[in-house]
């Protein structure tokens, strides 16, 4: 048992607490915006469209393990 959970235990799990833990840990929609966004995975078809359109092209490039866990 660690020193936070003496201080702050977390509340007991049971079929009604579990409802209101679930809802809390939705995203609500202003935390999906980017969903809303037309994402080109292809890099060469992104950059014909940026091309097309005479717009910046926006690259997300990253390394390692989707979650951090590297």
Do not use: Y
Not at 7 to 18: A, D, V, Y
Not at 36 to 56: H, T
């Amino acid at each position: 048992m660690q020193l936070s959970e003496l201080i702050n235990p977390p509340p007991e799990l049971s079929p009604e607490t579990f409802s209101d833990l679930f809802e809390h840990c939705r995203p609500r929609p202003r935390e999906e915006r980017w969903m809303d966004v037309m994402w080109i995975p292809e890099l060469w078809e992104a950059r014909q469209a940026a091309a097309r359109k005479q717009k910046p092209l926006f690259l997300w490039a990253m390394n390692g393990h989707p979650l951090g866990c590297v």
